[in-house]
């Protein structure tokens, strides 16, 4: 078809054209034929544009930042927090040929495949946040079962050693998730038998649920005493539950978040405790043990530098090697000031 | 105008079995307390149902609401913690939803683009444009007393966001049925070619539609923001597929030229309560998402029956404009 | 004379949609043109093009099905469960495909027989579909076998096998709608709903066959993603719905009913998935990539609307200059260009 036959020269025009300007462009592009010596590390958190990755990304940043020139870190998350999509960016970054990828896995077996496949062409396969099933390296945040722990320790220590509690969760599909529930009714199971779960509500990543979903609990629950809020959104938004019920200090809230958050909770007192990590240095410490693993110095017992975090040992555990960030900080209206982030 | 009386029957009688189901097995649901607050949750929802009223009574949809509502929010949010101050930040949210509306609207009347089709891009360039914008998302906290007044604050005992509500629906009901613009609305909605015939500027009621929808997100999302006293860059996760199914199940067609604010203040209502109802009935949180799909699909069964019965014919024609009435 | 030409630009854009894509990316990164990423860009698209063409289906005669996404899953997760429950394997992919294939058919028979609009029937069984799966699964994940891993990971000729069922599922729709009555009488329903809809009975059955087929792929696409992941869980295909309407639409498939091909279809997957590979392989930062693809939206809806009539115009405009002859057709008031009215 003529139409077709002029439709290709134009195109091939405007190619030419488009391809002259994003050449010139100062994105991340230019990298993507990087010098050899450099190494090209890609780090995959679970989904793209969520404030708390925004926190990890810092700390990536800032291990780029030190390494300098002999390291490129490439940032890049899916829009959707669903293992199909992270599976894509692993293999596109497979093609690109990049020499470690670091993900936080969305589904461990998900994603088993496509590192198989990583592993097969010669790149590096770690995971860090959200294990996977193929790695050589496993960062870990917390450990669930001591998470969990500290967690119901907190809520047996605000509302006795009889009373019923709710969960509000992001969703019951996240592995992290169901693991640090799992670690939550472990510990009550062992120390805390009295204290009953009585629902567990999913709210995403949205605030805004978790905060009527609290309000519904309470009331639909009069005796619930307490709220374990473990996903970063939902603390905050249950805190506000509970204070614009008028029950600040009758209605215990326990969980996880960023203290920036949370701060003004404590402030008025309706957040007596929370468990904390850092994000940012969980970026930081991602990025320097990528650099030791495409060197070769992950080796079980043998510490390795990790910058301003000091050096770390991988330990052995079932599927190859782990080393854990921190052992749970809890933080009381004492310490959150200190930290800004 | 057109007032189909059918549907908003049909979701009374819903609600009025939710109700009954509730105030039988869980009576506790009929706190005051809750209902102030259901009240409020329902407030914020009909606000955003008025937007979508607007757009679909048209004959368009719009699917970048909830990214408008995002960045709405997160624009206010940043205004009120930059101290400006709540009417100001209001403001600013407002004029934020209104241009992003007015983007939907040049593509949709100028560019004649199918509105399913602009609003889908405009909602991928709006939502990675605000993660691009923001550095990779954004968490303000610790908005300013003045601020979450909006979204927590009471005048004699009625929550703001609740005031909100009344004054808009009113505005919006006075407006839709007894000016010439709302008759318009209308008009554009049932038979565009028609009404251009009858000397009516469709494509400015339609763009004016967007706009609307615009403005009603940015309010919306300032009395959520309020409420919450934090703002989070995904704020509007769930808020498009909300805004379609409280038009329409509020009796909005998608065909265009029916709709009322009665059906929308009805249906938010609907919607709110089958989620708080799932809490308060003690059903399995596993099973919400398919029941409030099964509920959503029963109301509109029986809206449909309803209409039947009336002796209404539904319209063959695709839910997207044909070609020749674009013209 | 403007049909024909409105009926052929799709292919033509999009063939030139696909040249600046490739020559673009290719220039951003050198690992672009590889063999081996061009077809691992197309394996990954694969369920979604799949999905892509039942979308096809149901757009042809003037509907929409927002629910893919969720029959995607919820096929999945029967798969999987089935399998993690002893059930033989084959059997178990079946039965998979014949949940995509009761889905279409709830979704088709509120549109045909109830008459309620698909958009709104689809958001709520797009809402009760995932749910469903959500609550039957409890949000876990199940372990697909790897028995059925060829399907989704093997090759043939060196041709990834998701490819390979791409090609196929379009070969066999291609058939079904250019070469066969069923196919005529699709175009026709959705071209004229009205006169169609005198011969009520039959209009109903083709609308719901439409539905029918777009779960049915919907579980063909979640038997191939599944075995790609080698697992099952409630949220895959999140979002899926929409982006089949966007292939749907960048593939020149009127949302009015009655106009487009699956070549269409078939071009816009391979131009979305190489354009996000590319971007994605040169390291931009995955919010351009979420603007890009919906700017390529917009811009293609906008050649489409506006290109045939200003084609249309140039070749009316021939005419006149031909010979010298003052022909009206210039100033014909049927030109589509003008706007006559405002």
């Known amino acids: ?341 | ?327 | 004379m403007r049909k024909r030409i409105a009926d052929h630009l799709p292919t033509a854009v999009l063939v030139v949609l696909l040249v600046v894509v490739v020559i673009a990316m290719s220039g951003l990164s050198r690992h672009f043109l590889a063999v081996s990423n061009l077809l691992s860009a197309i394996q990954l698209a694969a369920p979604l093009g799949i999905i892509a063409i039942g979308m096809t289906f149901v757009v042809l005669i003037g509907g929409i099905d927002l629910s893919v996404g969720s029959t995607f899953a919820l096929s999945a997760i029967a798969i999987g469960m089935l399998c993690s429950a002893g059930v033989p394997l084959a059997l178990a992919a079946v039965l998979g495909l014949l949940v995509g294939v009761l889905c279409g058919l709830l979704n088709g028979v509120l549109v045909s027989a109830l008459g309620l609009p698909s958009i709104v029937v689809t958001i709520a069984t797009m809402a009760g579909y995932r749910g469903l799966a959500l609550a039957i699964s409890g949000g876990s994940s199940f372990p697909i076998p790897a028995d059925l891993a060829f399907l989704g990971q093997g090759y043939v000729a060196g041709v990834p096998m998701p490819v390979i069922i791409l090609v196929i599922v379009f070969a066999v729709a291609a058939v079904m709608l250019m070469t066969t009555p069923y196919g005529d009488r699709l175009y026709a329903l959705g071209a004229n709903p009205v006169a169609l809809r005198f011969a009520a009975q039959r209009s109903r059955r083709l609308t719901l066959s439409a539905y029918v087929v777009a779960g049915f792929l919907s579980a063909v696409a979640a038997l191939v993603y599944g075995t790609m992941v080698s697992s099952a869980k409630s949220n895959f295909g999140t979002g899926y719905e929409l982006a089949a309407v966007t292939i749907v639409v960048v593939g020149g498939v009127a949302l009015t009913g009655g106009r487009g091909s699956l070549w269409g279809a078939l071009l816009a997957t391979v131009v979305i998935a190489l354009l996000q590979n590319g971007l994605s392989i040169s390291f931009v930062p995955t919010e351009i990539q979420t603007m890009f693809v919906g700017g390529a939206l917009i811009l293609t809806a906008v050649i489409y609307r506006w290109l045939p009539p200003l084609l249309v115009a140039g070749r009316r405009r021939d005419t006149v200059v031909d010979g010298g002859r003052t022909s009206s057709t210039a100033t014909h008031p049927a030109t589509p260009t003008k706007e006559t009215t405002q």
């Not at chain 1, 990543?205 to 709220?227: F, H, S, W």
């Not at chain 2, 550095?135 to 908005?143: A, N, Y």
């Not at chain 2, 989620?275 to 699909?297: C, K, N, V, Y």
Request: proline letters at 3%; hydrophobic letters at 50%.
């Open chain 1, 1 to 341: 078809m003529k139409l077709t036959r002029y439709a290709a020269v134009l195109g091939a025009g405007l190619a030419l054209a488009l391809t002259g300007c994003t050449m010139g462009s100062p994105d991340g592009a230019t990298g993507s034929g990087g010098d050899d010596d450099q190494i090209q590390i890609a780090i995959i958190p679970k989904i793209n544009g969520i404030p708390y990755y925004q926190a990890v990304e810092k700390g990536v940043q800032e291990a780029a930042d030190e390494l300098g020139a002999d390291v490129e870190v490439i940032w890049n998350g899916p829009s959707t927090a669903e293992a199909s999509a992270q599976v894509q960016i692993i293999q596109n970054m497979i093609n690109a040929k990049v020499d470690v990828i670091a993900v936080a896995a969305n589904d461990p077996a998900a994603v088993a495949p496509a590192l198989q496949q990583a592993e097969d062409a010669g790149i590096k396969v770690m995971s860090w946040d959200g294990d996977a099933d193929v790695r050589e390296l496993f960062v870990q945040l917390i450990d669930a079962n001591e998470f969990g722990a500290a967690l119901a320790d907190q809520m047996a220590e605000q509302v006795g050693e009889d009373a019923d509690v709710a969960v509000v969760t992001s969703t019951l599909t996240a592995p992290n998730q169901s693991a640090w529930l799992e670690g939550i009714k472990a510990r009550i199971a062992e120390a805390h038998p009295g204290l009953n779960i009585v629902t567990t509500m999913e709210s995403g990543e949205d605030q805004e649920l978790a905060m009527n979903q609290t309000k519904d609990i309470i009331r639909a629950y009069p005796d619930v005493k307490g709220v374990f809020a473990i996903t970063t959104a939902a603390l905050p938004g249950a805190a506000q539950a509970v204070e614009s019920l008028g029950l600040s200090g009758e209605i215990a809230v326990v969980g996880n978040s960023t203290p920036n958050a949370i701060k003004q909770y404590f402030d008025s007192g309706t957040l007596k405790s929370a468990v904390l990590w850092n994000p940012i240095d969980h970026g930081y410490l991602t990025v320097y043990s990528a650099l030791a693993l495409a060197k070769g110095e992950v080796v079980e017992g043998e510490a390795y530098d990790a910058g301003r975090l000091g050096s770390y040992t991988p330990q052995a555990d079932a599927t190859s090697l782990f080393v854990m960030l921190s052992a749970p900080l809890v933080f009381t209206s004492d310490n959150i000031g200190d930290y800004d982030f």
């Open chain 2, 1 to 327: 105008m057109y007032r189909d009386r059918s549907s908003q029957i049909s979701i009374a009688v819903f609600l009025g079995i939710v109700l009954a189901v509730l105030a039988l097995l869980a009576p506790r649901f009929f706190d005051p307390a809750n209902l102030g607050d259901l009240g409020t949750s329902v407030a914020i929802t009909a606000v955003v149902g008025l937007g979508a009223l607007a757009v679909i009574a048209t004959g368009n949809i719009d699917v970048s609401a909830g990214a408008i509502f995002a960045i709405s929010g997160v624009a206010g949010a940043s205004a009120a913690d930059a101290g400006l101050g709540p009417v100001a930040s209001l403001a600013i949210a407002v004029l934020t939803g209104a241009v992003l509306g007015a983007v939907n609207g040049v593509l949709v009347t100028l560019l004649q683009i199918p509105s399913i089709i602009a609003t889908l891009g405009t909602a991928s360039v709006f939502s990675g444009g605000l993660i691009f914008l923001t550095d990779g998302g954004l968490w303000i906290v610790g908005l300013p007393k003045d601020y979450t007044w909006l979204g927590q604050g009471s005048v004699l005992g009625v929550s703001v966001p609740i005031l909100f509500a009344v004054v808009l629906c009113v505005l919006s009901a006075l407006l839709l049925t007894q000016t010439p613009a709302g008759r318009r609305i209308f008009a554009v909605g049932s038979n565009a070619e028609a009404a251009r015939l009858a000397g009516i500027n469709a494509k400015l009621v339609e763009g004016a539609t967007f706009v609307i929808n615009g403005i009603a997100l940015g309010i919306a999302s300032t009395l959520t923001v309020a409420r919450l006293g934090q703002a989070q860059t995904n704020l509007g996760d769930a808020i498009t597929i909300l805004a379609i199914t409280v038009a329409v199940v509020g009796g909005t067609s998608v065909f265009g030229g029916t709709g009322s604010v009665l059906g929308i203040v009805l249906a938010a209502a609907l919607v709110e309560l089958t989620r708080s109802a799932l809490t308060f009935l003690h059903l399995d949180p596993l099973w919400s998402e398919s029941l409030q799909g099964l509920f959503i699909l029963a109301a509109l069964v029986l809206s449909v029956v309803q209409r039947r019965r009336a002796g209404r014919r539904l319209r063959p024609t695709s839910i997207f404009r044909t070609e020749a009435s674009r013209a």
